[in-house]
């Protein structure tokens, strides 16, 4: 799965925040809905411009997103 081909920022859509290609749902906010309780199912009933790919897309680039910023942390607490 590659994330990109679903996720991208425009600074002229939500002010450069990473959303779902097509939509205005970022996935800021797909992440806090999943954090609050929300299951897969709800979110996509709700929003059906969102597809499983496109929700599976938001996982891996958060998952991506918080290595990252491991790495970045680990590097930085090295120096």
């Not at 299951?39 to 918080?66: D, H, K, M, R, W």
Request: hydrophobic fraction near 45%.
């Amino acid at each position: 799965m590659d994330w990109r081909n679903f996720i991208h920022s425009d600074p002229a859509i939500l002010a450069g925040k990473p959303v779902v290609r097509g939509t205005r749902l970022a996935v800021s906010f797909l992440m806090e809905l999943l954090g609050t309780g929300w299951t897969c199912e709800q979110i996509l009933a709700n929003y059906p411009g969102l597809t499983t790919e496109a929700l599976q897309a938001v996982f891996a680039f958060a998952a991506e997103s918080l290595q990252e910023e491991s790495l970045y942390s680990l590097r930085l607490r090295s120096a």
